[in-house]
């Protein structure tokens, strides 16, 4: 799958580079994973990641996201993810606290990082995973809590994830995504 993605994206760099239109690392990661294909019957993104790249795809989502310009920040997260496996962890519900820092390409105007506000919806894939409904996340950074609660699942490994979306553009997909992995042990 290397050689694959590695190809498509420089089918569509050179696509954005023929056309003029600029880009960064976080705006192309943002439309591969934004436009992939979900594989059908695979399970979760646990299974099989964000899914099949679809360049065409991804290529139409840069085109249309080309005038916002938070498609090029980069929004760091700790933690990057929750893992719960040790039998402690997984016998009480486990609250955590979690941080978005927006991260400025270098060549991003510094009236862009003052300028920077964004409403954030949050969404849990889980019931068993609580969260805010949204935050407001400035140019400094923000967090939000999380709680997760195992108690009720049953043994084996469960997959969740909280995504972030833009507020006023939802359709264009999660500008952020906290994983969560919880490993229920079988009791002897």
Known sequence: ???????????????????????????????????????????TILDSGRGLVQIDDAYEYV???????????????????????????VSQPYVSSVSVNPIFHEDSLKRNLIDFEMRVDLKASARWVSVASHM???????????RVDPTGLSAGVHFAEI??????????????CVPITVVVPEKL
């Open 163 to 176: 995504s972030g979306y833009d507020s006023a553009s939802p359709s264009s997909g999660p500008v952020f």
């Open 63 to 89: 085109m249309a996201q080309k005038q916002k310009v938070y498609e090029d920040v980069n929004f760091e997260l700790s933690p990057r993810g929750i893992y719960l496996r040790q039998p402690h962890q």
């Open 136 to 146: 407001v996340l400035m140019h400094g950074g923000r967090g939000f809590e999380v």
């Open 1 to 43: 799958s290397s050689p694959n993605c590695a190809g498509n994206v420089a089918l569509l760099l050179s696509a954005l580079k023929q056309n003029g239109t600029s880009y960064s690392p976080a705006r192309i990661r943002r439309a591969l994973e934004n436009s992939a294909k979900p594989i059908p019957n695979n399970g």
